[in-house]
C-alpha cells in the first residue's frame, strides 16, 4: 500500500474522547487475530511440549515428541514424501500455468472473461465438491476406467485412485488457479512494446520469453510457486480421499494423530513442524525477491 | 526461416496446453453435475438415462436441506462481521500512520499462509480450554478470521485507488466525517465492497478445511456433510447435493461478473 495517500498529520491527530481514531479503528480486529489466531497457536506450542501421549491432565515439559517425529523414518519418510510432492505440484503448475496466465494477461477483456471464470470457479467451488468430482473420474466405475474397457485398451477396469499420481493430478487442478492468476498479474504489468522491441531486433519468441519475458515476469512466477507448494504440504482433505491409506502426506497424518488417534501433543508438534516449514519458505522467498528483484526505488514503493 | 520454426512450435504447444488446462479445470464439475443426472441406483458410467430423480432426493433430505441452509446463514453472518471488521481495518491502515502498522498489516493478512489443518488444530484446542468447542460461535469466529485477509487486501486495494480529492470537496463544503464516509467513500468504493463481500462469502460458503475441524457434530456446514458422507460410501445423491453447490457457486461468480466484473475479485 502506497504510505503517501496517508495524510502528513501524524498518530493521534484525531481523537474521540481521548482515544486516538485508529485505534478505535483497529482494536476489534487486532483483538479478534491476537485472541483467535496467535493465541491458539502459542496455545499448540505448550501442547506440544508435554512430556506425555495425551495432553489430558499432563504437565511438564519436554521436547520428546518432536525427538518422536524425528527419529521414526516412518515420519521422517512422510515428510519428505511431502516435500517431494509439493515441489513436483508447484512446478507442474508452473509449466501448465503460465502459458494460461500469459495468454490471460494479453487478451482482449471481452475474450479474457470467460476464460477467467473457467479458471476462478474451481478456486471459489467446495473443496469436497472437487475432490468428490474426481472420485468419480477416477474410480473404479468412473469414466476414465469405462473409456479404458470400452476401447479395449484394458481388460478390467484399472486401480486409478489411491496412487501418488491421483493425488499429483487432483492437487494441481486445485492450486493451478492460484498460480494462473499470479502470472496473469504479473504479466499484465510487462509493457507489450518490450516484447515487439524484441522483435524487431529478430529475437523469436522462445528468445523473448526467456530474455525478456522471464525475468520480468520473476517475482509473480516465484510468488505462485510459493503458495502453491505451501497449500500443497499442508492439504490433508485431498490426500485422504484420493490417497486412502496409500499416500500420506504430512496433512493427513496430523488429522489422523488427532481427529482419529487423539494424541494431541504429537499431533501438536507435527502441526509445528508444518507451521515453521511453511514460515521459512514464505520468508526465504520474499526475502529473495525483494533482494533480488526490487530496486531500491521500488522497494521503498512498495512498502 | 529458422525462427518461424520455433515460433510455430511454441504457439502450437501453447494452444494445447491452453485447451488441456481449462478442459481439466473444469472436468470435476461438469462430470459431478453429468453424474447427478443419472436415472440409475448406481453412479456407473455411461449414465442409464436423465433424470432429475436425485435433485428431489436431495431437496427432501433434511440432512443435506438442513446443512444447506446452515451454510448460507453462517456464511452471510461471518461476511457481514469481516466486512465490518476488514473494513476498520483497512480504512486504519491506508489513512493513519500508526505505531506498529505494518506489523498490524502483516497479521490481518497472515490468516492466508497459515495452514488450515494448524489453525483448525489449535482453534479446536482453544475452544475446548474456553468453553466454545462444537459451537456455532466458534465456527463463526473461525470463518470471519479466514475471511479477514481476503477483505483487507481487496478494500485495501479499493481505498488506495480512491480519488482523495472528491472527500476533500466534500469536506470543504462543511460535510461532517461520517457523512463523507457514507455520502462519498463507501459509494466509491461499492465495486470494491461487493467483490470483498462476495469472495468471502464463497470462501466461507465452501470452506471444509476449518469447519471439519470446529464443527463435526455442533453445526453441520454442507461441506463438512458431504466430506463426512464421501468417506463412507458415495451415491448419486451426493453427486445432485454437490450439483446444488456448483449452481450456487457458479450464479455467484456470474452475478458478481455482471455487477462489478470478475477481474476484480483476483
Not at chain 1, 64 to 77: G, H, L
Request: with cysteine.
Amino acid at each position: 500500500m502506497n504510505e503517501t495517500t496517508a495524510p502528513a498529520a501524524g498518530p493521534g491527530a484525531e481523537r474521540i474522547c481521548g482515544i486516538p481514531k485508529w485505534l478505535l479503528l483497529v482494536a476489534p480486529a487486532a483483538a479478534l487475530l491476537a485472541a483467535f489466531l496467535v493465541a491458539p497457536l502459542v496455545g499448540l506450542v505448550r501442547t506440544s511440549l508435554y512430556p506425555g501421549p495425551t495432553s489430558f491432565e499432563s504437565t511438564g515439559w519436554s521436547l520428546a515428541q518432536y525427538r518422536d517425529f524425528f527419529s521414526d523414518w516412518y515420519f521422517v519418510d512422510v515428510l519428505f514424501q511431502t516435500f517431494r510432492i509439493g515441489v513436483i505440484v508447484s512446478v507442474i503448475s508452473l509449466v501448465l500455468g503460465f502459458p494460461v496466465g500469459y495468454s490471460l494477461a494479453r487478451l482482449p477483456p471481452a475474450q479474457r472473461r470467460w476464460r477467467l471464470i473457467f479458471v476462478i470457479l474451481p478456486l471459489t467451488l467446495s473443496l469436497v465438491v472437487v475432490v468428490f468430482g474426481w472420485l468419480v473420474v477416477l474410480g473404479r466405475n468412473g469414466i476414465v476406467n469405462a473409456a479404458l474397457t470400452g476401447l479395449g485398451i484394458v481388460e478390467s477396469p484399472q486401480r486409478l485412485l489411491f496412487t501418488e499420481g491421483a493425488v499429483i493430478l487432483v492437487l494441481v487442478q486445485q492450486f493451478l488457479p492460484f498460480m494462473i492468476l499470479s502470472v496473469m498479474s504479473v504479466v499484465s504489468q510487462i509493457d507489450p512494446v518490450l516484447e515487439q522491441a524484441a522483435a524487431n531486433l529478430r529475437a523469436n519468441r522462445f528468445v523473448t520469453f526467456r530474455r525478456v519475458i522471464l525475468p520480468l515476469a520473476m517475482p509473480g512466477i516465484l510468488s505462485g510457486m510459493t503458495l502453491v507448494f505451501i497449500l500443497t504440504i499442508s492439504a490433508f482433505i485431498t490426500p485422504r480421499l484420493i490417497g486412502g491409506n496409500q499416500i500420506q502426506m504430512l496433512g493427513n497424518i496430523i488429522y489422523e494423530q488427532i481427529v482419529v488417534l487423539l494424541r494431541w501433543p504429537f499431533g501438536a508438534a507435527m502441526s509445528l513442524v508444518l507451521l515453521v516449514i511453511t514460515l521459512i519458505t514464505i520468508t526465504a522467498v520474499n526475502g529473495y525477491v525483494a533482494r533480488r528483484f526490487m530496486t531500491p526505488r521500488s522497494r521503498e514503493h512498495a512498502r | 526461416m529458422r525462427v518461424d520454426l520455433i515460433d510455430r512450435l511454441m504457439q502450437a504447444s501453447g494452444l494445447c496446453i491452453r485447451f488441456f488446462v481449462y478442459c481439466t479445470l473444469m472436468l470435476p464439475a461438469v462430470i459431478v453435475v453429468a453424474a447427478s443426472l443419472t436415472a440409475d441406483n448406481t453412479m456407473a458410467f455411461p449414465p442409464a438415462g436423465l433424470s432429475w430423480r436425485w435433485y428431489s432426493a436431495a431437496v427432501d433430505s433434511p440432512q443435506f436441506m438442513g446443512a444447506l441452509w446452515a451454510s448460507v446463514r453462517l456464511a452471510s453472518v461471518a461476511t457481514c462481521l469481516s466486512m465490518l471488521l476488514g473494513f476498520c481495518s483497512a480504512f486504519a491502515i491506508n489513512r493513519y500512520r500508526f505505531p506498529g502498522r505494518n506489523q498490524f498489516q502483516t497479521l490481518a493478512l497472515s490468516p492466508l499462509v497459515v495452514p488450515m489443518v494448524v489453525l483448525g488444530l489449535g482453534l479446536l484446542q482453544f475452544f475446548a480450554w474456553i468453553g466454545l468447542n462444537q459451537s456455532y460461535v466458534g465456527l463463526l469466529i473461525g470463518h470471519t478470521l479466514i475471511m479477514l485477509p481476503y477483505v483487507v487486501r481487496t478494500l485495501g486495494t479499493g481505498l488506495a485507488l480512491l480519488d482523495r480529492t472528491l472527500e476533500e470537496a466534500a469536506q470543504n463544503l462543511r460535510a461532517r466525517p461520517l457523512t463523507v464516509i457514507r455520502k462519498v467513500t463507501l459509494p466509491l468504493m461499492l465495486p470494491s465492497l461487493i467483490s470483498a463481500a462476495v469472495f468471502a462469502f464463497v470462501t466461507s460458503f465452501g470452506n471444509v478445511t476449518l469447519s471439519v475441524f470446529l464443527g463435526m457434530t455442533g453445526t453441520v456446514t454442507l461441506p463438512v456433510q458431504i466430506f463426512t458422507y464421501v468417506e463412507s460410501s458415495y451415491d448419486p445423491i451426493l453427486a445432485a447435493v454437490s450439483g446444488i453447490v456448483i449452481a450456487v457457486t457458479l450464479l455467484i461468480i456470474l452475478a458478481i461478473e455482471r455487477l462489478v466484473g470478475v477481474s476484480r475479485i483476483v
